[in-house]
């Protein structure tokens, strides 16, 4: 398989962060509902059948076929732009429900243990910084996961509270309020328990199509830790379907499968058991 032991780990345990702040975001909506206040500070008054359905279909839904690998078969793991290497892609045409999963991963994205302990407030960097949301992320573009229901309307932290704030009817559909909200929730209720480290002042950097992925200068968490901590700026790119593949089809010839065949409702760590050892 594409994916040697050590890569393998670190894929397991990216994704056992990614189930367990799904369950969490899942349970906690179904335990407090519309009328909880960080669901209204996400998701407006929208219906919290939609949001948790999306989790809930992260975690039980059926999976087959989709596979993370390790190698580069289209050729995009070299791909290098002025804000760095990709870290990552949705195969789109080539295979739709496989990612790649880029070397920069291994380097640049940080466990879920590490929330708010390392200074850095939600908001302040894309989510995608954190491997369970970037996992999170990248499986929202495979299409037996979220059907091409889930979109981007907003990215930064201040265009997700804006659509809420308006009732947009894309907050339901936008990548980052799940990617957000799940974060916010987990923190809030985990972490710092009554505090998470959110950052306070969230312009909406997504109104003029300019989203700079950092804190402001004067931006402050909701904690002194955060507040007082440097940051670090992953300029990432995390490539997904919209974007054409650079090798030919013919790269499907080298697609892992599973042997057995199985079909199972499990959460997604086991379904991408077999296809990582």
């Not at 962060?17 to 969490?24: G, I, S, V």
């Not at 979220?146 to 981007?152: A, E, L, S, V």
Request: aromatic letters at 8%; charged letters at 20%.
């Amino acid at each position: 398989e594409s994916c040697d032991a050590g890569q393998a780990h670190f894929i397991r345990a990216g994704l056992d962060d990614m189930n367990m702040l799904a369950k969490h975001a899942y349970d906690r909506i179904l335990k407090y509902g519309e009328t909880d206040e960080l669901y209204v500070k996400y998701f407006g008054n929208a219906s919290s059948a939609t949001a948790a359905g999306f989790y809930a279909q992260l975690l039980y839904g059926n999976k087959p076929g989709v596979l993370f690998r390790c190698d580069n078969p289209d050729g995009n793991c070299n791909e290098v732009t002025a804000e760095g290497p990709w870290a990552g892609h949705h195969r789109g045409k080539n295979a739709t429900e496989q990612t790649v999963i880029c070397p920069p991963t291994y380097t640049r994205r940080k466990q879920l243990s590490t929330l708010c302990w390392d200074g850095v407030a939600i908001g302040s960097e894309p989510p995608s910084r954190l491997l369970a949301t970037d996992f999170m992320h990248r499986l929202i573009h495979v299409p037996s996961i979220t059907y091409d229901h889930i979109h981007h309307a907003a990215d930064s932290l201040g265009g997700v509270l804006e659509l809420a704030a308006h009732n947009d009817p894309t907050t339901v559909a936008n990548q980052n309020t799940y990617l957000f909200y799940s974060l916010d929730a987990y923190a809030y209720d985990v972490v710092w328990p009554g505090k998470s480290c959110m950052l306070e002042n969230t312009p909406n950097e997504d109104a003029d199509g300019h989203d700079s992925h950092s804190a402001p200068a004067s931006a402050t968490a909701s904690s002194a830790a955060a507040a007082t901590a440097t940051s670090t700026h992953d300029h990432d790119h995390d490539h997904a379907a919209e974007q054409t593949a650079t090798a030919t089809t013919s790269a499907a010839e080298s697609c892992h499968t599973h042997g057995d065949g199985e079909v199972s409702r499990r959460p997604i760590a086991l379904i991408f058991h077999a296809a990582l050892t």
